[in-house]
């Protein structure tokens, strides 16, 4: 890819996370604004059809720990059934 490339691709993202940056700004999230900043600056190092096969490997192991979550869940409720939580 030849600069101008990365200067568009450069350009193009930053004009599409500029409003989630906002909007996490306004909302007090520093720690998810500061990620998502930082996976910007990652993403502009990256060729894109790296940034596929980046976006492919997470949705695979967020999809597969989404399967895994109810089975957690049940094994929890199990653990807490006959006990009672005060509420104070």
């Known amino acids: 890819m030849d600069n101008s490339h990365k200067l568009a691709f450069a350009t193009s ?15 007090g999230r520093d720690r998810e604004r500061v990620a998502l900043e930082l996976g910007t600056e990652i993403v502009k190092q990256l060729h ?21 979550w109810p089975q957690i869940r049940a094994k929890t409720e199990e653990g807490f059934e006959g006990h009672q939580i005060s509420q104070d």
């Open 48 to 68: 894109p059809f790296s940034l596929v096969v980046l976006a492919m490997a997470a949705g695979f192991i967020i999809g597969r720990r989404s399967l895994e």
């Open 13 to 27: 993202l930053d004009e599409t996370v500029a409003p989630f940056l906002s909007i996490l700004h306004d909302a």
